[in-house]
T-cell receptor
Framework: DAGVIQSPRHEVTEMGQEVTLRCKPI?????LFWYRQTMMRGLELLIY????????DSGMPEDRFSAKMPNASFSTLKIQPSEPRDSAVYFC???????????FGDGTRLSIL | AQKVTQAQTEISVVEKEDVTLDCVYE???????LFWYKQPPSGELVFLIRRNSFDEQNEISGRYSWNFQKSTSSFNFTITASQVVDSAVYFCALSEAKRETSGSRLTFGEGTQLTVNP
């Protein structure tokens, strides 16, 4: 079975540009999570969805960040406008139920110049 | 608020040594779940184990074993006869949820960088 698929794997862009990260969860999983990993803050949850509905977005840093899940097989995390401090590895994860193990994608390494 | 502490930032051992990674957690809930994840140098996060708060039985999986003690709020991870391929960052995580089906935030510890030298 395919795991969680994220794209792109790497993204380098200039400050002020819009960035869109994409995620395809494991088929049949009802929960989808977006995390950010930095040296300073470690792994932190940004937002999660249940059945395509955002449940908890308290981790989203600010209005420049938005996430959508238009259907069960696709989610996006958008940053507009991007800033150098947004540079991080962004992970998407999915799980069958709320407290079942979360399965992570390979991450998107984002660099904002 | 929930919190996970992994006091060991880095551990270095020689191959075949046993090594224990410590994890201490804080939570007000009586129902919660504990996890361990491995992040090898390639960067992906790999699920290792999940434990719920009502199951204090220790678990062994090959060279890996886990010791869950509610009395000390600890969920330690031991690798027996370590190998170079065990080199990775290991994360302990906690989620609070009343029911299996309810969603919950995973709170991660800071991670322990394990280096196994040949």
């Amino acid at each position: 079975d395919a795991g969680v698929i994220q794209s792109p794997r790497h993204e380098v862009t200039e400050m002020g540009q819009e960035v869109t990260l994409r995620c395809k969860p494991i088929s049949g999983h009802d929960y989808l999570f977006w995390y950010r990993q930095t040296m300073m803050r470690g792994l932190e949850l940004l937002i999660y969805f249940n059945n395509n509905v955002p449940i908890d977005d308290s981790g989203m840093p600010e209005d420049r960040f938005s996430a959508k899940m238009p259907n069960a097989s696709f989610s996006t995390l958008k940053i507009q406008p991007s800033e150098p401090r947004d540079s991080a590895v962004y992970f998407c994860a999915s799980s069958l139920l709320g407290n079942q193990p979360q399965h992570f994608g390979d991450g998107t390494r984002l660099s904002i110049l | 608020a929930q919190k996970v502490t992994q006091a060991q930032t880095e551990i270095s051992v020689v191959e075949k040594e046993d090594v224990t990674l410590d994890c201490v957690y804080e939570t007000r809930d009586t129902t919660y779940y504990l996890f361990w994840y491995k992040q090898p140098p390639s960067g992906e996060l790999v699920f290792l184990i999940r434990r719920n708060s009502f199951d204090e039985q220790n678990e062994i999986s090959g060279r890996y074993s886990w010791n869950f003690q509610k009395s000390t709020s600890s969920f330690n991870f031991t690798i027996t006869a370590s190998q170079v391929v065990d080199s990775a960052v290991y994360f302990c995580a906690l989620s609070e949820a009343k029911r299996e089906t309810s969603g919950s935030r995973l709170t991660f510890g800071e991670g322990t960088q394990l280096t196994v030298n040949p």
